[in-house]
């Protein structure tokens, strides 16, 4: 395959992946911002949703109050914003537009379709209700695209590209998600259970659909090192940073079956699951959650840049 | 239907089925087959027009039909012309006889602008040069086709034909099971065919073919991409192919790939920046020495445009009798060349009953259509003209067919031409039953281009 298309393959996942992240991150600052202050509505909310979505620079470039309406407009519509959801979709498209060739009927029409569906939202008229509506179809428009290259796609190189610029991004959006709330999760040996607490992190749960699967796998009341070990090593769970990397593993094995030949990203990916593997959550939070959080994020820009220098280009 | 009353024959059952149909239904019909098309994403960019840079064609639900006599002699006629085509530009970049024997001016040739002397003596591929060639015909009368123009550079609007094609079948399955109407999806194959036919005589028993594109800012980009799928060869720009010792590569994710055959839908000038014009990112530095060299072949030849030009068009009949010893089965349009005195005369004399084009234009632009130009138009294309008759051609208005088309008040005529694709391989020349036809969707106007907002429709060769 030609490197260029496995490029555009790769970001194409990307952009989906990152357009439903956000979608999830309003969706639960929209849920935490309307609870009242005693139970953890705090109008901090829509600067932690910035600072999640890594959107906080470029925003004060343009606006001054982070507030429901200027975060919402910039993280959905903003055209000043190069990582708004509308962005994120119209960069898809235009690498599935790039590579028509090597994706499915099905995989195009649910990326072109979404971009031109997009049209239909306004933000400028968009009350809650429409703006829950208009992030449940983000959520959904990536589940088709998901679904669409599940089913459709030829498992090779170009289904392979796919999940992996998937999971790259997928990983980089939990840890940066883990890092934004650590301060609240840091407090380990602290006092917890408080209500303010207990909202915070079952919204941050909820932002990555892991409320239930919480309740599933632990059977307790949310408690904050269980949300980091869901989240990171818990092997169950499909949004956390150890499925990320046994699917990367998993991917990159693919490849070089197919190409026969082994390199450094199936090394570097390897490594990072074996790390996950040889620890658990208590000593990550004794040598520090944070630090965990900066150095996996780290791994994780080398591991696309490897796979970049590998494949790509 | 021509000038004649009355309908043709083989519109019978279509008409039929027409004065059957109600408007709500054809109106349901129409936006439905452009809710397929803007679904599958064929649309075309426009340069210079920041605010819609996709367009849909407009497409007509109303097919054009033909009899299979009526094709026959099409064919018969495409394929004596296309063989001239390659004749003239074996002879052209070769041993010249056409221009020592006086059939085609010697200036015609060397001041042409698209005649390339890198190509003078060389000896392309099982001398093909005209690969994919895209034939431009009105009808006048029952009897008579002209041929408008030859495009023998990189013609488009394949994926019209074939996609017009789908979508008819799936929004009239009624209409396909009481005509039977010859297939064309077959044209990819015998696209694939024909450019394996042609590659170099080293390659592999498995050429390996590529399209390249100038990427999807390109007004064709949905096309190219279109055919790279349907003919499941990789669609490249020309940052993904470097040359080293003569040969092409493509960059892949597993290292590089040796290329064969490169279906180009660059121009000349832009595809190697060492050879031709050097500020030019579109191409792949080295090309021209790797397919000197003969390690890869290109479709179409460079310079194929010398046969392609307005003024070496006015010449085709001669053209085609002097390499066949036929006479052309297909005629062309009466023309007058303004580089001669008394054409010249002529032309200025009838400015306001002819039309006046450009010898390289393409498109529609840069052309005067007499009887609709105004007085001052008139006259300030006479000046453009006397500054530089060489540059241009003039001919009648013509009595163009019309079709049966749905417009905004009804069924109604609209006039057509037709662009059928002949493909030229080392083996043989094959053409799909039908083609493009274009549709000038303004009552009464004669410009189908679609850069200047004609539409398409699908064509049917019945099968009886």
Known sequence: ?????????????????????????????????????????????????????????????????ANEKTVREFLCFSEDNPASIRKCLEIARMNARAVRTAITTEMWDAINGAWLDLKNYDIKKMDREELTRFLDWVKNVSLVVDGSAYRSMLRRDEYWFTRLGLYIERADNILRLLDVKYHVLLPATERVGGTLDYFQWSSLLRSVSALTAYHWVYRESVKPWLVADLLTLNREMPRSLYACYENLVRFLDQLARQYGRIGPSQHAARAMLARLENTNIEAIFQSGLHEFITQSIIDNNNLATTIQEQYLV | ???????????????????????????????????????????????????????????????????????????????????????????????????????????????????????????VPHGVYCHIAGIDIVRVDPHTFYVLEDNARTPSGVSYMLENREVMIRLFPELFADNRVAPVENYPDNLLATLRSVAPVRAAADPTVVLLTPGQYNSAFYEHSFLADKLGVELVEGSDLFVRDDVVYMRTTEGPQRIDVIYRRVDDEFLDPLAFRPDSVLGVPGLMGAYQAGNVTLANAVGTGVADDKAVYSYMPEIVKFYTGEEPILKNVPTWRCREKDAFAYVLDHLGELVVKEVNGSGGYGMLVGPHATKDQIETFRRRLKHEPDNYIAQPTLALSTCPTFTKSGVAPRHVDLRPFVLSGSDKVRIVPGGLTRVAMKEGSLVVNSSQGGGTKDTWVLDV
Request: charged content about 25%; aromatic content about 12%; glycine content about 6%.
């Open chain 2, 1 to 123: 239907m021509g000038k004649s009353p009355g309908i043709r024959e083989p519109y019978a059952q279509l008409s039929r089925w027409l004065e059957q149909a109600s408007p709500d239904l054809l109106n349901t019909r129409r936006s439905q087959a452009e809710y397929f098309f803007r679904r599958i994403g064929i649309t075309f960019a426009v340069y210079g027009e920041a605010e819609s840079t996709e367009r849909l064609i407009p497409f007509d639900i109303i097919p054009r039909v033909l009899s299979s006599s009526e094709w026959q002699t099409l064919e018969r006629g495409l394929v004596q012309r296309v063989n001239a085509l390659n004749a003239f530009l074996r002879d052209v970049y070769g041993k010249k006889e056409c221009l020592r024997a006086g059939i085609v001016p010697n200036d015609l040739i060397y001041r042409n602008p698209y005649f390339r002397p890198e190509m003078d003596r060389f000896e």
């Open chain 1, 1 to 65: 395959m030609l490197s260029r298309t496995a490029d555009s393959l790769f970001w194409m996942s990307r952009y989906i992946e990152r357009a439903e992240n956000l979608a999830r991150i309003l969706d639960a600052s929209t849920r935490l911002s309307a609870l009242p202050a005693s139970y953890g509505g705090t109008h901090n909310e829509w600067t932690s949703a910035l600072l999640t979505a890594g959107s906080a620079d470029a925003f004060h470039r343009i606006y001054k109050d």
